[in-house]
């Protein structure tokens, strides 16, 4: 490990060792929050106890759904938008300006069109994530040489060939970074839309743990979230830089 | 002399090939090549030279298929050239076409995509490739380890490996330093004698046209024709030393003067636009 990740630990180390010293103290009362290794202790006997197994398989399941929609119609879109220059130039600054919208607004909405079921969840997820996968892929796909569509031209490639073979392996780098923006804005969706309305999933019991002050629930839950959220992200950063250091960058 | 194997005939020839982009963006059409006639045989080298921008590589572009020519009728072995890559025809670009995804074997094996072998074939004539452009012990790199000549090398054993009987080179080595350059011409050299393949040359450096090829085409200002060829008589059997010889600096010196005054109309020195040397 490098000096800089051993700092990095230290910060969060030291962060969560004051938290400890602070409810050990008293200073945060335990209505407030327990202490970081009650939480830890809490997680360890939800997990085992499986009484939450319903909930995660939920929230991870409708995530994943959201996610592969995301990308799936994200490469797609971003892979058809490139050869449709006029279309692109209309949708760009669209793009440019759709995280500006709080697509949670429209949460009621879809409840309405869509009913009480996973299905609202999932779209929130995947419209959070789609549009950040078109444009990096269309990012991506700026980038490729010309040399190499001369190439793919003269080896007599298909059109389908040339796509999957040339063009989205050389744009994979940036379209990588939009799987990763993808899976943080789909847990972000799913589990957003799990707080405001309703019956199942992570974000619904965490919302339910606050509102009967059942910290020994709330709390796991969320350090639960941040784990998972940590763990994907380094994954995927992980296999990112393995990307990159084949191609010589970084 | 010059060695001619098989039917000297017929192999590639073009006549009266020009090429005008159509008018774009409130731009006047532009008569980028032509008229011009070319007639290549099996076996020989042949190098372009030419002042820049004077559609060299769009000639190359129009021998490769991969644009239409607007007039005259260009043939591949008896087949018309037309929009599409003919089979038989490899190139190599001057930008680098590695696949920094791949590591150096598996972008030789990217030339036998489409090629119907089975699985052992194909590993042969990788190894073979690989074995011809001396990169035997860098199968298992990945482009980015290489240096600039080396990813070329690895282009370079992409198109062999496909067993092309024309290969064209746009630049290969524009971006490659002068001694480098003089070694990957030795190269070249060896794998046009060992492949028994015709190589179409394009250059913009006079020694190494000269150094090279048989047969070397000098191209006019824009539109480009063909103002001069100049046959060389080297010996099949060469290198870059060649350039000791007394009749090599009298080649340069030739390919110079048909060159000098289209040179001086692309950098806006030039007489009236058009004129040609004798």
Same mark, same amino acid.
């Given at each position: 490990?490098s000096?800089?990740?051993?700092?990095?630990?230290?910060?969060?180390a030291?962060?969560? *060792?004051?938290?400890?010293?602070?409810?050990?103290?008293?200073?945060?009362?335990?209505?407030?929050?327990q202490?970081? %290794?009650?939480?830890?202790?809490?997680l360890?006997?939800?997990?085992?106890?499986?009484?939450?197994?319903?909930?995660?398989?939920?929230t991870?399941?409708?995530?994943l759904?959201?996610?592969?929609?995301?990308?799936?119609?994200?490469?797609?879109?971003g892979?058809l938008?490139?050869?449709?220059r006029?279309?692109?130039?209309?949708?760009?600054?669209?793009?440019?300006?759709?995280?500006?919208?709080?697509v949670?607004a429209?949460?009621?909405f879809?409840?309405?069109?869509?009913?009480?079921?996973?299905?609202?969840?999932?779209?929130?997820?995947?419209?959070?994530?789609?549009?950040?996968?078109?444009v990096?892929t +269309?990012?991506?796909?700026?980038?490729?040489?010309a040399?190499l569509?001369?190439?793919?031209?003269?080896?007599?490639?298909?059109?389908?060939?040339?796509?999957?073979?040339?063009t989205?392996?050389?744009?994979? $780098?940036?379209?990588?970074?939009?799987v990763?923006?993808?899976?943080a804005?789909?847990?972000?969706g799913?589990?957003?839309?799990?707080f405001?309305?309703?019956?199942?999933?992570?974000?619904?019991?965490?919302?339910?743990?606050?509102?009967?002050?059942?910290?020994a629930?709330m709390?796991?839950?969320?350090?639960?979230?941040?784990?998972?959220?940590?763990?994907?992200?380094?994954?995927?950063?992980?296999?990112e830089r393995?990307?990159?250091?084949?191609r010589?960058?970084? | 002399?010059?060695?001619?194997?098989g039917?000297?005939?017929?192999?590639?020839?073009?006549?009266?090939?020009?090429k005008?982009?159509a008018a774009?963006?409130?731009?006047?059409?532009?008569?980028?090549?032509?008229?011009?006639?070319?007639e290549?045989?099996r076996?020989?080298?042949?190098?372009?030279?030419?002042?820049?921008?004077? *559609?060299?590589?769009?000639?190359?572009?129009?021998?490769?298929g991969?644009t239409?020519?607007?007039?005259g009728?260009?043939e591949f072995? *008896?087949?018309?050239?037309?929009?599409?890559?003919?089979e038989g025809?490899?190139?190599?670009?001057?930008?680098?076409?590695?696949?920094?995804?791949?590591?150096?074997?598996?972008?030789?094996?990217?030339?036998l995509?489409?090629?119907?072998?089975?699985?052992?074939?194909?590993?042969?004539r990788?190894r073979?490739?690989?074995?011809?452009v001396?990169?035997?012990?860098?199968?298992?790199?990945?482009?980015?380890?290489?240096?600039?000549?080396?990813?070329?090398?690895?282009?370079i054993?992409?198109?062999?490996?496909?067993q092309?009987?024309?290969?064209?080179?746009d630049?290969?080595?524009?971006?490659?330093?002068?001694q480098?350059?003089?070694?990957?011409?030795?190269e070249? +050299?060896?794998?046009?004698?060992?492949? %028994?393949?015709?190589?179409?040359?394009?250059?913009?450096a006079?020694?190494?046209?000269?150094?090279l090829?048989?047969?070397?085409?000098?191209m006019?200002?824009? $539109?480009?024709?063909l103002?001069?060829?100049?046959?060389?008589?080297?010996?099949?059997?060469?290198?870059?030393?060649?350039?000791? %010889?007394?009749?090599?600096?009298?080649?340069?010196?030739r390919l110079?003067?048909?060159?000098?005054r289209?040179?001086?109309?692309?950098?806006?020195?030039?007489?009236?636009?058009?004129?040609?040397?004798?």
């Amino acid at each position: 490990m490098s000096r800089v990740a051993w700092y990095r630990l230290a910060v969060v180390a030291g962060a969560i *060792g004051l938290l400890e010293l602070l409810c050990l103290a008293g200073v945060i009362d335990k209505f407030t929050m327990q202490a970081p %290794h009650l939480i830890a202790r809490d997680l360890y006997r939800m997990l085992v106890s499986g009484r939450m197994n319903t909930a995660i398989g939920k929230t991870l399941s409708n995530t994943l759904l959201a996610l592969v929609l995301a990308l799936v119609m994200g490469i797609a879109t971003g892979a058809l938008l490139h050869r449709l220059r006029a279309l692109r130039d209309t949708l760009d600054p669209l793009f440019a300006t759709y995280y500006a919208v709080p697509v949670f607004a429209f949460y009621p909405f879809f409840i309405v069109v869509f009913g009480l079921g996973d299905l609202p969840q999932v779209l929130i997820g995947f419209m959070l994530g789609v549009v950040a996968v078109i444009v990096n892929t +269309l990012n991506g796909l700026d980038r490729v040489p010309a040399v190499l569509a001369k190439t793919a031209r003269i080896m007599r490639l298909s059109p389908v060939d040339t796509a999957l073979r040339m063009t989205l392996p050389s744009a994979a $780098p940036y379209i990588v970074t939009g799987v990763k923006l993808a899976v943080a804005y789909a847990f972000i969706g799913v589990i957003g839309s799990e707080f405001i309305m309703s019956r199942g999933g992570v974000g619904y019991e965490i919302s339910f743990a606050y509102t009967s002050f059942d910290n020994a629930t709330m709390y796991p839950l969320i350090v639960l979230i941040l784990l998972a959220s940590v763990v994907i992200n380094s994954a995927l950063s992980a296999w990112e830089r393995r990307l990159l250091s084949r191609r010589g960058k970084r | 002399m010059v060695t001619v194997a098989g039917d000297a005939r017929g192999f590639l020839s073009l006549r009266n090939v020009g090429k005008v982009f159509a008018a774009r963006d409130g731009r006047a059409p532009l008569h980028a090549l032509g008229p011009l006639d070319l007639e290549l045989e099996r076996g020989e080298f042949f190098a372009v030279v030419g002042p820049s921008g004077c *559609g060299k590589s769009t000639l190359l572009e129009l021998i490769a298929g991969l644009t239409p020519a607007s007039e005259g009728s260009l043939e591949f072995e *008896g087949r018309p050239i037309a929009g599409e890559a003919p089979e038989g025809i490899g190139v190599v670009f001057q930008d680098d076409a590695s696949l920094p995804w791949l590591d150096v074997a598996d972008n030789v094996a990217f030339g036998l995509r489409r090629a119907n072998l089975d699985g052992e074939e194909k590993k042969k004539r990788v190894r073979d490739a690989l074995a011809l452009v001396g990169l035997s012990d860098f199968a298992t790199s990945y482009p980015a380890q290489l240096s600039g000549g080396m990813r070329q090398r690895v282009c370079i054993a992409r198109t062999l490996v496909m067993q092309p009987e024309l290969i064209l080179l746009d630049e290969p080595f524009g971006a490659l330093d002068q001694q480098t350059r003089l070694l990957m011409g030795d190269e070249l +050299l060896r794998l046009w004698r060992e492949t %028994h393949a015709t190589v179409f040359l394009i250059t913009h450096a006079l020694d190494e046209a000269a150094m090279l090829a048989d047969r070397i085409g000098v191209m006019s200002a824009r $539109p480009g024709r063909l103002i001069d060829v100049v046959e060389t008589r080297w010996p099949r059997e060469r290198d870059s030393r060649i350039i000791e %010889h007394p009749e090599f600096g009298a080649i340069t010196a030739r390919l110079w003067k048909s060159l000098r005054r289209e040179s001086m109309k692309t950098i806006g020195r030039g007489g009236n636009p058009g004129a040609q040397e004798p």
